[in-house]
C-alpha cells in the first residue's frame, strides 16, 4: 500500500477574499478521490478573520483571565465571545467553542498573521471545507475531499499535532467495531479517528513556522463519502464525556 502527500507550491501571503479553491487548481493537478488539506490560518484570513485585540473591550471576567495569563485583555474577550463553555481558565484558558471544538483560547492565533493582529478559526469550519470543496470540483471536474486544520494540544501528553476542524466529503472516524482481528476476535470499541490522522500526516509537510505551505494533498486514500459528513460526528457527546465532567468538577470547587 501507498500514501502520497505533497504540498501545493506558490501559495501567496492569503488576504481577506482571496479565492483559496482557484488558488489550488491554478498550482496542483487535481486528481478524483484527492483530499486535499488546507490550514484553517488561511481559510479564516481569506474569510477576513483576522482583527486587532485592542478594538475589543473586554469585560470583567476577561480582565480577570488577561491578568492571570498576563495576556491582552482584548484577546481573551475575544476567545470568551467564541465560546459556549469555559473548561479551565488557568493555568490553561481551554473552552468549547460555539462550533463544538474543544481547544485552547478558541483556536484564536498570532502566529503567520500581520504583526499586531490575531486570525480566528473559521466560524463554520464544515460550511468552508464545502464551499473550497464545491468550487475545486466546479473547477477541476474532479471529485475531491477537503479537511481543515489547526494545530492543537492534546491531553496527557507534550506536543501539537495536525487536527481536522472542518471536512467535505470525509467522515471524520472510520468504525472498526464488528471488524474481525487477526485471530479472527470481533473489535469491540475501535473507531480510527481518520480525519485527525490526515491532519497530522499533512501538518508533516506544512510545518508550524515560516514554510509558507499551508495546503497539502493526500492521495492514495479514497475516503470521498456523501455530503452529510461533518466535523461534529468526532465530538464526544457531553454525556459521555469523563474529562469535560472532571474539568467541570474542579470549576465548582474552586
Ligand atoms: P494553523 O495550523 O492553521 O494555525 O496554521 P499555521 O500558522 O501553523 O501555518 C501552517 C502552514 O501554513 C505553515 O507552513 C505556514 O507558513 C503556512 N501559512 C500560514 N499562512 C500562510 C499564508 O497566508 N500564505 C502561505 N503561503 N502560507 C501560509
Ligand atoms: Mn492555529
Ligand atoms: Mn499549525
Not at 117 to 135: F, N, R
Not at 148 to 153: E, H, I, W
Not at 182 to 205: M, Q, R, Y
Amino acid at each position: 500500500m501507498k500514501i502520497e502527500a505533497f504540498t501545493v507550491e506558490n501559495v501567496p501571503l492569503i488576504k481577506e477574499r482571496d479565492d483559496i479553491a482557484s488558488i489550488i487548481c491554478n498550482n496542483a493537478d487535481i486528481m478524483d478521490n484527492d483530499i486535499i488539506v488546507i490550514a484553517s490560518t488561511i481559510v479564516a484570513k481569506a474569510e477576513g478573520r483576522m482583527f486587532r485585540p485592542e478594538d475589543i473591550k473586554a469585560g470583567e471576567e476577561a480582565l480577570r483571565i488577561a491578568a492571570e495569563h498576563n495576556a491582552d485583555p482584548g484577546f481573551i474577550q475575544a476567545v470568551l465571545d467564541r465560546s459556549r463553555e469555559v473548561l479551565a481558565d488557568f493555568p490553561i484558558l481551554l473552552v468549547e467553542t460555539k462550533n463544538g471544538h474543544v481547544c485552547i483560547k478558541a483556536g484564536i492565533d498570532g502566529s503567520n498573521v500581520e504583526k499586531g493582529y490575531l486570525v480566528d478559526l473559521p466560524e463554520d469550519p464544515d460550511a468552508s471545507a464545502a464551499t473550497i470543496g464545491k468550487a475545486i470540483e466546479d473547477i477541476s471536474g474532479k471529485k475531491v475531499s477537503v479537511v481543515v486544520t489547526d494545530t492543537n494540544g492534546r491531553a496527557f501528553k507534550i506536543g501539537q499535532t495536525g487536527i481536522a476542524v472542518g471536512l467535505y466529503r470525509i467522515h471524520p472516524v472510520k468504525n472498526w467495531i464488528g471488524k474481525k482481528d487477526l485471530f479472527g476476535k470481533n473489535l469491540e470499541i475501535t473507531e480510527e479517528a481518520v480525519a485527525d490522522e490526515i491532519a497530522g500526516a499533512a501538518n508533516l509537510l506544512m510545518g508550524e513556522g515560516d514554510g509558507g505551505y499551508p495546503i497539502v494533498i493526500i492521495r492514495g486514500i479514497g475516503m470521498r463519502c456523501d455530503e452529510d459528513a461533518s466535523v461534529k460526528e468526532m465530538y464526544r457527546p457531553d454525556r459521555e464525556d469523563l474529562i469535560k465532567k472532571g474539568l467541570r468538577c474542579l470549576r465548582q470547587n474552586r
